[in-house]
């Protein structure tokens, strides 16, 4: 004799347990598509060896701007802190 479902547990229709099938198998085909495409890309990146050039030198360059920045804050600052210390009597 098989074991009693708890009543609390609905039972699934056919039609439902098709539906979520279907869910599970458009997820799976769409995760594999989405491999593929990324494996495509990747392959394409590598097959050209200063394909990522632009992109690092952007990165640079943005972390030189922010150092820059950061540089000429720290160095107002001081000069202000300075201009305010100075008495003229």
């Known amino acids: 004799m098989p074991a009693r479902r708890?009543?609390?547990i609905p039972r699934?229709?056919?039609s439902v347990l098709l539906a979520a099938a279907g869910a599970v198998a458009a997820l799976t085909t769409a995760a594999r598509a989405l491999q593929a495409h990324g494996r495509r890309r990747w392959?394409?990146?590598r097959a050209e060896?200063?394909?990522?050039?632009?992109t690092e030198a952007t990165i640079i360059?943005?972390?030189l701007v922010a150092?820059?920045?950061t540089v000429v804050?720290?160095?107002s600052a001081k000069v202000i802190a300075?201009?305010?210390?100075?008495?003229f009597l």
Do not use: N, Q, R, V
């Open 12 to 14: 699934l229709t056919a």
């Open 49 to 54: 060896p200063d394909a990522g050039y632009s």
């Open 67 to 69: 150092l820059a920045i």
């Open 61 to 63: 360059i943005a972390l």
């Open 43 to 45: 392959d394409a990146a």
């Open 82 to 87: 300075k201009a305010h210390s100075i008495s």
């Open 73 to 75: 804050g720290i160095i």
């Open 6 to 8: 708890p009543s609390f």
